[in-house]
């Protein structure tokens, strides 16, 4: 990749960090927060606990189950 330039594809789960850095998942959503538990989705989240943590996500924890593939977050709006 090219300085400055922005990584825009889907990479395999196994290459996604696992530092706490929020990222883009794709998989199913299991928690304790309202929505579709069987419907596969986007969703940002972070590795913590051993697991895929959703961001905004309740004091329950709210997961994305066997995810698939990952992305980084775009950068925000200027």
Do not use: F, H
């Amino acid at each position: 990749m090219r300085d400055g330039a922005v990584m825009t594809e889907w990479q395999p789960i196994e290459t996604a960090p696992k530092d706490g850095t929020s990222i883009l998942l794709y998989g199913y959503w299991e928690g304790e927060i309202d929505g579709i538990e069987d419907e596969k989705n986007i969703w940002m989240a972070q590795y913590m606990y051993g697991d895929w943590l959703i961001n905004g996500g309740n004091c329950y924890g709210s997961y994305v189950r066997n995810p698939t593939y990952w992305m980084p977050l775009p950068e925000p709006p200027k």
